[in-house]
């Protein structure tokens, strides 16, 4: 039977490129259930991921880590072309550097075994948490319809800015639309609705940015809205809840919107959240998820040192 190696993708931190290769090997395992016998090794001074299958996997375009894959013929390394999964150029992702972005390799990873979950075709996602948009970008990478809701109103702005230019850059036909959203005896919300039109022969995509408190999502999308619901929780050291409405653990923000966040998914469709082991217990995490009502999904081991105070996890489920 063929083995295959990937070349693990080098990583401008240093922290998480040494936690790379590992990462890749669990990813992969949800990826390519098909691929047995993965190792982890160091091939020439570059980290490896090795595995066998009878042939490539399928899934093998979209891993996060992949920088390059071979077949190994006795002590050599043949190159083998991997279909790449992206749909767009991936400046989408790698152009914003801020202060507190998260890892776009890992904001991939978390996408991509979020989508492995799902027990449907995935076709767009919510990112409840948005940030800067980072998962949002991602998922417009991989061709989905994105949504985003974050509180900080500045945050939405940036990003909105950035999409578009670079939408004007790459020269893409697109169009916007900036509204104000009036609630009884809640803060005007910002929604900016975005559609670009990459070329005649893929399909239109749109990006919703909304600035609001996340427990008021339905206020903006319907019940059964999305198919994937990913989000990347505070992780209460750099990313601390920064008003009032949100000044409270990331235990209790998960259990106060994560039922929120379960209404606005499709049946068969899946949650990925990211978060601070060092301030949410995993078990815990788990327990909010299964009484949402969500199914866990049985995932390897994720979890890794991102600094000091950070120690990254993540727990994936469905919606039944």
Known sequence: MPRYTIAVHP???????SAAPALTAAELSVLAPEASDVEVSVIAGVDHVTFTSDRLPPGLGRLSGLFAAYELV?????????????????DLVTI????????????KLLLNVTAAAAHREPRDLLDPLAGRGTTLNVGLLHGLDVAGIELNRR?????????????????????????SVNRKGKPKALRVDIELAPDKAAPNQRAVLVAD???????????????LVVADLPYGVQ?????????????????????????????????????????LDPSHAHALVAAAG???????????????????????????
Do not use: C
Request: glycine share 6%; net charge positive; proline share 5%.
């Open 294 to 320: 969500l199914q866990p999904f049985a995932l390897p081991a994720f979890q890794h040192r991102v600094d000091a105070s950070i120690v990254r996890d993540l727990v994936v489920a469905t919606r039944p």
């Open 11 to 17: 990583s401008h931190n240093r922290v998480y490129a």
């Open 96 to 107: 914003q550097r801020y202060a507190g972005k998260t890892n776009e390799s890992f904001t």
């Open 155 to 179: 945050d939405v702005e940036m990003h909105a800015a950035f999409l578009l230019q670079w939408l004007r850059d790459k020269r893409y036909k697109h169009s916007s639309r900036r509204s």
């Open 74 to 90: 006795g002590e050599l390394l043949a190159p083998v072309e991997v279909p790449r999964a992206s749909t767009h150029d991936d």
């Open 213 to 227: 408190d996340t427990r008021y999502a339905m206020d903006h999308f319907g019940a059964g809205s999305f198919d």
């Open 239 to 279: 990313h601390g809840s920064r008003t009032e409405a949100l000044a409270r653990s990331p235990a209790d923000l998960l259990g106060e919107a994560l039922p929120v966040w379960t209404k606005l998914m499709r049946r068969g469709g899946a949650v990925g959240i990211a978060f601070n082991a060092l301030v």
